[in-house]
């Protein structure tokens, strides 16, 4: 890169007056080392930085932009919402109409609340689940990352693991011994739990299909255990969806694997990037929120209309193009290109993918946990994801995200992504 490139000097000020430079910390490269760039535009399945250079784009901002970037739909919704004002502070048509939307899709929400982030949605199904139940303790497991909430920043994943943090400081050791964590797909670990302290849980939260240390699934009869346990011990059970809702199928991986989760944590697609989560599940959980239960919860800005807008006129054009059926073909075919591509280099690298999320592990060991993903040699993955970004085409600055395929990846942005892989994977070994 040229030393004195926009993105650099960018860079450089940004340094001067935000903290390492970026808004959040995996931005920054701490992951795979060098300077990270700066977006000028992004459309499709591409994006542009300052510089001018292009790239095929897998990181569709961290999921939201599952039609591709800067959809026209999403593009004329908030415009033509833009007329009538830009936020009100008093309901409007649109958070009724979303509402409508989410009950409708998600298999497990009877009612629903909107909140500004993943974040928000995960902490406040803690609170709602602790006020329901009058219990303290919560259940997580490694490597599930749920947002920066204090309580769920214990052996988190991503980003705090690329920055070999996995607890943060600033958490009172008095808030993080209220979260147990367990190891993921270990059977004997949650019976464990459930049978020493079950009684005092007021929670298990967990995504369901784990996809911040990379990705990998849950085990055949493991997500129906935890459902079994939950209930025997009135342990509310929330699934973290705020990557797989409306990705994974239009009513979220629960919709797939057929189990009813408490409550629902949902993020990212929903917003059609515009700062969006939300929040439901069971009716009688959900009354326990303020103004009708003693849960407080609010927000300013929740239910803002341009979120609400964007958020649903992404979800309907995916409807009105079966973008979930899109994303499987799209999915399968980027698929056989990396295992032509392994093939070719005689490589056994692990590749996880389910839909339109994938993870590309440099260890041949299989992953279905935090320590097996961990395996994965970083140096390579460092290299890899340099000369793909040099060459056009940029995956997550990190081995532990998940790589997001969105409905306008086209055969040229694939066939460009098998190329340049093949390159520099041939170039590593
Ligand atoms: C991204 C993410 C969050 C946090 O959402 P933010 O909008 O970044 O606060 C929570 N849970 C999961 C599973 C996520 O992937």
């Known amino acids: 890169m040229d030393a004195v490139s926009r993105s650099s000097a960018l860079f450089a000020e940004a340094r001067r007056l935000i903290p390492g430079g970026v808004n959040s910390p995996v931005r920054a490269f701490r992951g795979v080392g060098g300077e990270p760039f700066f977006v000028d535009r992004a459309e499709g399945g591409r994006i542009w930085d300052v510089d001018g250079i292009e790239y095929v784009d897998f990181v569709g901002t961290w999921g939201p932009a599952i039609l ?19 936020s009100f502070g008093i309901s409007n048509p649109l958070e009724v109409e979303m509402a409508r939307t989410i009950v409708g899709w998600v298999p497990s929400i009877q009612k629903v609340r909107m909140v500004n982030s993943g974040t928000e949605a995960t902490m406040s199904c803690i609170r709602l689940a602790r006020g329901y139940t009058g219990r303290d303790l919560i259940v997580k497991f490694e490597g599930c990352y749920h947002g920066h909430v204090d309580a769920l920043l214990v052996k988190a994943g991503s980003g705090a693991l690329t920055h070999g943090q996995p607890d943060s400081a600033g958490v009172p050791a008095s808030v993080a011994a209220l979260t147990l964590t367990l190891p993921y797909n270990d059977f004997e670990a949650l019976r464990a739990v459930f049978a020493s302290r079950g009684a005092e849980i007021a929670a ?3 995504e369901p299909v784990p996809a911040n240390a990379g990705l990998y699934l849950p085990r055949p009869g493991y997500l129906e255990l935890m459902r079994e346990l939950c209930s025997a011990h009135e342990t509310v059970l929330i699934f973290d969806e705020v990557m797989t809702g409306f990705r994974l199928a239009k009513g979220g991986y629960q919709e797939r694997c057929g189990i009813t989760p408490d409550l629902t944590a949902l993020g990212k697609v929903i917003g059609g990037g515009l700062p969006v989560g939300a929040f439901g599940g069971r009716e009688a959980i959900m009354d326990q929120l303020s103004p009708d239960g003693p849960v ?14 964007a958020g649903l006129a992404q979800l309907r054009e995916m409807e009105r193009l079966n973008g979930w059926q899109r994303l499987e073909e799209i999915g399968a075919n980027f698929e056989a290109g990396v295992r032509r591509t392994l093939k070719q280099i005689g490589k056994n690298y692990n590749f996880r993918r389910i839909g339109s999320m994938f993870c590309l592990y440099f260890t041949e060991g299989d992953v279905w946990d935090l320590a ?33 395929l969105c409905v306008a990846h086209n055969e040229v942005d694939l066939e460009k992504t098998e190329r340049v892989t093949a390159e520099v994977l041939a170039g590593l070994s």
């Open 68 to 86: 591709g970037h800067a959809p026209q739909v999403v593009r004329e919704a908030i415009s033509t919402t833009a007329q009538r004002g830009v």
């Open 204 to 206: 298990v939260i967990v």
């Open 296 to 309: 407080y919860q609010a927000g300013t800005l929740s239910g803002n209309p341009l979120a609400m807008a």
């Open 372 to 404: 097996s993903a961990q395996h994965s040699d970083k140096g390579l993955f460092g290299r890899f994801f340099h000369g793909c970004r040099e060459r056009g085409v940029y995956f997550a600055p990190s081995q532990f995200e998940a790589g997001f």
